[in-house]
């Protein structure tokens, strides 16, 4: 028998620290005032990193506060749940990254492909530098895919905020190992200034590579950016309205709109502090025989070895079909 919920129901849903209603709205509803439910997060602990959650840093929020610190050289005996992960089920294997994630867990997430809104407010402290290497905070990925690799992800290397997408890698290669093609959709600077697409193999920690090089003010919001070179990219357009602001040292709030269908009319919408950045619509994926599952978010700073502490927070997080769940206003994703 089909159960259905009535209006009043809905509306309390909606109102909770912790929500959740079935198709079509997917609602989730997370505030961190304590430390969410696994029935709709995974925090992933490992021996490089620690997890608070509550009040924080007299902005009103409460927030997840992820912190990775360099990985201890020796470690005792560890159990492990997700693969790298610390739970009692299994033997703590290495992988040689640093990460403080939390996951959407497997009850919680939405078919791949759904037309589906996420906001969150985040905060990345000033620790990264110039030099600092790959470094990952937000990420949206495909259970069970044919590759790895994020779908979409927020990317800070060398305190670069940029935003990329994946693809197989339909040009002709230079290498057989550049099977996969990472594509550059919104930046701090102009996209222009980059080839759209840039190849890579499984274990790629490449940066997006400049070719012309300007500064942010030779971008003025009365145009739309897109690259002069589509390098690897194939079948995808992203289309530049503003430059992605700096996230350090302050909150930022974004706003994405996905369909991250599996074929090429996948679409990427993203707003930052009230803002359209910009749209991409095309090809985003992976191709793959078997069936397509869930598409799952996981938040936290995934690192490259580093010798110092980051710390980024994690607050007001809406996900849901209906865009004015996570709008409610109208400021936040603007058209």
Not at 48 to 62: L, P, Q, V, Y
Not at 69 to 97: F, T, V
Not at 171 to 187: F, I, M, N, T, Y
Not at 283 to 310: N, V
């Amino acid at each position: 028998m089909r159960a259905f919920l009535s209006p009043v129901l809905l509306a309390f849903l909606a109102g909770c620290t912790h929500s959740m209603a079935g198709p079509p709205r997917y609602l989730v509803s997370e505030n961190f005032a304590k430390e969410p439910r696994p029935r709709y997060w995974f925090v992933c602990h490992r021996p490089e990193n620690t997890f608070k959650f509550g009040a924080t840093d007299g902005s009103g929020r409460t927030a997840m506060v992820a912190t990775v610190r360099p990985e201890p050289k020796a470690l005792a005996p560890l159990r492990e749940h997700h693969a790298g992960c610390i739970d009692e089920d299994g033997d703590y294997q290495r992988d040689g990254d640093e990460r403080a994630e939390l996951w959407e867990s497997h009850e919680a997430r939405v078919p791949l492909g759904t037309d589906v809104w996420y906001r969150f407010d985040m905060f990345l402290d000033d620790s990264l530098k110039a030099t600092s290497k790959r470094f990952v905070a937000g990420q949206w990925k495909e259970g069970e895919a044919a590759r790895g690799g994020p779908l979409v992800a927020q990317r800070f290397t060398g305190r670069r905020f940029t935003v990329t997408v994946e693809q197989d890698n339909l040009a002709p290669k230079q290498s057989p190992d550049d099977v996969l093609c990472r594509v550059l959709v919104a930046d701090q600077l102009p996209l222009s200034q980059s080839p759209a697409g840039w190849p890579h193999d499984d274990k790629a920690k490449v940066v997006p590579p400049l070719q012309h090089r300007k500064s942010r003010m030779d971008f003025t919001s009365k145009a739309i950016e897109v690259a002069r070179d589509p390098g690897c990219a194939r079948g995808i357009i992203a289309q530049q309205y503003h430059l992605l602001p700096d996230p350090f040292g302050r909150w930022t709030t974004m706003v994405y709109h996905l369909g991250l269908t599996p074929d090429n009319k996948a679409f990427v919408e993203i707003w930052a502090n009230g803002v359209k950045i910009g749209r991409v619509d095309g090809r985003i994926g992976y191709a793959k025989t078997g069936p397509r599952l869930t598409q799952y978010f996981k938040f936290g700073p995934y690192r490259d070895p580093q010798k110092f502490e980051t710390v980024t927070k994690l607050a007001n997080y809406v996900r849901s079909t209906s865009r004015n769940d996570v709008d409610p206003t109208g400021r936040l994703a603007p058209d």
